[in-house]
Nanobody, 121 residues
Framework: QVRLVESGGGLVQAGGSLRLSCAASGRAFYAMGWFRQAPGKERESVAAIDWSGGSTYYIDSVKGRFTMSRDNAKNTVYLQMNSLRPEDTAVYYC????????????????WGQGTQVTVSS
């Protein structure tokens, strides 16, 4: 069993930055993903990282602005978000899965409770 706890969300002006953290209990041998869901919209993938941290994946709209990383010694993954836009406003969730990292939320077994990110224009 894996328990995930996100933190770091908040209110920021457009162009600003936030860093989300996701602390995981249990083993570190999981691929991790960040997902987000805005009101009235489906949950979408944002980024994913394999268990070693050697490979990362991003959706096009965040490439060059967001960076996902992990520190397995701390069982924590991060999402550094720069140049934030109002359309980035959503609840952000981290998730874990066994095996390789993917951008498909249906393949993830464990989910955190989410953290709200609000970007004002």
């Amino acid at each position: 069993q894996v328990r995930l706890v996100e933190s770091g969300g908040g209110l920021v002006q457009a162009g600003g930055s936030l860093r989300l953290s996701c602390a995981a209990s249990g083993r570190a041998f999981y691929a991790m993903g960040w997902f987000r869901q805005a009101p009235g919209k489906e949950r979408e993938s944002v980024a994913a990282i394999d268990w070693s941290g050697g490979s990362t994946y991003y959706i096009d709209s965040v490439k060059g602005r967001f960076t996902m990383s992990r520190d397995n010694a701390k069982n924590t993954v991060y999402l550094q978000m720069n140049s934030l836009r109002p359309e980035d406003t959503a609840v952000y969730y981290c998730a874990a899965k066994i095996g390789r990292a993917t951008m498909n939320p249906h393949e993830y077994n464990y989910w955190g409770q989410g953290t709200q990110v609000t970007v004002s224009s």
